[in-house]
């Protein structure tokens, strides 16, 4: 079976238009990948440079938002003569299709890729409600 080689082109990051013109730091999207299991959804996504407790992930209804504050990489004792890679930070907001059990959404992160394990709600349970007299 054959395959098809390509070149791969340099990716550059996307970056988001900030209102904010005062802000000095550019916010990127990061890349991400989503995945569904039959009992959660799975949540990866790029977060170069950006320490544990940079990260800020919020689930509010149905919108996960994911935003990070990458630290800024100084090199004292180089001249920089090319650049790919520039500071700034990081946001993602999602709406997500599954009602999600907030109980236990899991997050960790390793080499610079946030995982978050979001377990699917079980189906509501039918309850009787009872009448109170008036």
Request: with cysteine; hydrophobic share 35%; proline share 6%.
């Amino acid at each position: 079976m054959a395959q098809e080689v390509s070149t791969v082109e340099p990716r550059t990051p996307q970056v988001q238009s900030s209102g904010d013109r005062s802000a000095e730091r550019q916010v990127f999207i990061p890349p991400t990948d989503i995945y569904e299991t039959g009992d959660a959804i799975i949540v990866m996504c790029e977060l170069p440079g950006v320490a544990s407790d940079g990260v800020d992930i919020t689930l509010e209804r149905r919108v996960l938002t994911i935003r990070a504050r990458a630290a800024n990489q100084e090199h004292a004792g180089y001249q920089r003569v090319y650049t790919e890679y520039a500071d700034g930070d990081y946001e993602r907001v999602f709406t997500l299709s599954e009602d999600i059990d907030r109980d236990r959404i899991e997050a960790s992160a390793k080499d610079g890729v946030l995982h978050l394990h979001l377990p699917k709600a079980g189906p509501a349970r039918a309850r009787k409600i009872e009448l109170k007299p008036a």
